[in-house]
């Protein structure tokens, strides 16, 4: 197995925090490190339990803090950056709040090592499903999915799942400071620039929340959808 690093951001995750952590640490991998990267907006005492883990695991949990970040995204990006920086040959990106379950991260591993460039969560395929989520979140994934694939030409069966794994090269040959997204709408931005790596879709479990419907969110998502294409040359570096 490849030196492997998880890229974790995370906010206000007091009360999950630590069996995430415990669930990671379980994992049978050796050379697997956790970044979990935090900004302003946490307010609660998750990062004094990361900070703990760290202590604890002698660097194999790590803590970061991203003092310039823009939200969540930047968040994601700043881990890869840094992730790179620190020689992971495999990078693996998840949510820390429970919605993501760490014992699937071993088939986003199996898959790397089988030689793929990208390993994408579906919650979409045979295997994959959603609960706790409310049937209008539902609806906007799967939508956003459809949708997603006409207008991108992509085929995948979830377009916006934030359950991801990438070879270093994949990260190595994106310019990362030029996302438009800074929300909802980066992982479907992520697969599009991604549509021609050797990729799979592996079963993800999904553990949604109740959260209120934001008309703005998916108005500006509806915006960068149709950017895309044009800005992929400023993203992609061999796209000219």
Known sequence: MQKTIIVMPVANEEKTM??????????PYEPLYLYVIMDSYSKDGTADI???????????????????????ISCYLEGYRRALLDGAEWIIEMDGGGSHLPGEVPQFIEKLEQGYECVWGSRFI?????????????FLSSGGTILANLVLGTRLKDMTSGFEGFQRHVLEELELDQF??????????????????????????????????????VTEALKILFQLKKHEKEVVRNVK
């Open 180 to 217: 438009l997204s800074t929300g909802h709408m980066y992982q479907t931005e992520m697969r599009y620039y991604c549509r021609n790596r050797k990729a799979v879709e592996v079963p993800i479990h999904y553990k949604g929340s109740e959260s209120s419907f934001n008309g703005k969110v």
């Open 18 to 27: 630590e069996q995430v952590l415990e669930d990671i640490l379980k994992l």
């Open 50 to 72: 990361v900070k703990s883990y760290e202590q604890k695991t002698g660097g194999k949990i790590r803590y970061i803090f991203h003092e310039k970040s823009y939200g969540v």
């Open 126 to 138: 045979e295997g994959g499903d959603i609960s706790n989520h409310p049937l209008y979140r539902r």
